[in-house]
């Protein structure tokens, strides 16, 4: 058994530009860089970026769980999977710190073992990702700017946030990027799930002149999904209905969506982003991997998540541009629509 301490800072990141969605509007993301060093000196580090508009507990949840927390971890690098399942259980309603401390661990891990991340976890991973770029809220003009911009800078696929007040301004904002972008472009669109059943089933209809390539949480439950596949050929795609594997269990087993997308920081880790992608697989249902605007820190392990993949869909990681500066250099910058990984 090896003990080891930890320690913790927060952290908060500035936004070159506000972020707007239907649920909130994002000028700076906070969160805590999670330190575990033993008394070789050896370390892991960790990102919590919690993010509640989106289904995880609060930074002051955090705060206030760090600051009582007196307790030395203990972890036996001989059973690290139930070691860590032990040290981490206190933590399960608390996904984002529980994300931090699971990078932190395994990172340490593979610190101190002088293996990668791949061996520790079983994994092969894809030497590049595609991504997605990404247009918030906006004006039409500047909807319009933004795409042409994405696709100079070569991305092959945009989301588009939706579910203003209008929803023809929604269509509008469409009607420009589907115009400017032709039809070599994947267009995917985000609701954030402020559709009710009957406003999704008559929404979804409208979308499907343009030809994306789903829509994300046009609605919320499980039933209402299943309701509105019936109703519609544009594929659906599930974020904030996943927010743990009994979650994920349920809408592939019922078949409600055709895709899951998976934010590790809203799962509490890679392991359970991956035993849901596991099984996303096994049931023919796609997933594509996206950040929760977390520090470079975090989005690594969303970034090496989506190359455990090893498909060539676009993932949602693109966000690195979106800081003023980030509290370390990026080790995976995007070129051309791809993250390399080596």
Known sequence: MNQISLTYLPYSLKLKKTFETA????TERKGFIITLKDTEKYRGFG?????????SESFDDDKNFLRGLKLNLKIDLKNFEESLQENL??????????????????????????????????????????????????????????TLELIKQGYKTIKVKLGRKNFEDDLRALEIIRKNAGDKINIRADANGMWDYNSAKNNIKKLETFEIEYCEQPVNSAINFIRLRAQTSVPL???????????????????????????????????????????????????????????????SFAILAASFLKDDKAHGLATAELFEKDIVDNPYPVRNGIISLK
């Open 23 to 26: 649920k909130t509007k994002i």
């Open 89 to 146: 259980s206190p933590l399960n309603k608390l996904p984002a710190l529980r994300h931090g401390f699971e990078q932190a661990f395994l990172n340490y891990v593979c610190s101190k073992t002088k293996i990668s991340l791949n061996e520790l976890l079983n994994r092969e991973s894809s030497a590049s990702i595609n991504v997605n770029g990404v247009i918030g809220f906006s004006s039409l003009e500047e909807t319009g700017r933004r």
């Open 237 to 299: 795609a599930a974020d904030e209905s996943i927010r743990s594997v009994k979650d994920a269990e349920d809408f592939i087993l019922k078949k409600a969506a055709s895709v899951l997308i998976l934010k590790p920081m809203m799962l509490g880790g890679i392991i359970s982003t991956m035993k849901i992608a596991d099984l996303a697989k096994k049931n023919k249902i796609k997933v594509v991997i996206t950040s929760s605007f977390e520090s470079a820190v975090g989005r």
């Open 47 to 55: 990102d919590s970026a919690p993010l509640p508009e989106f289904g």
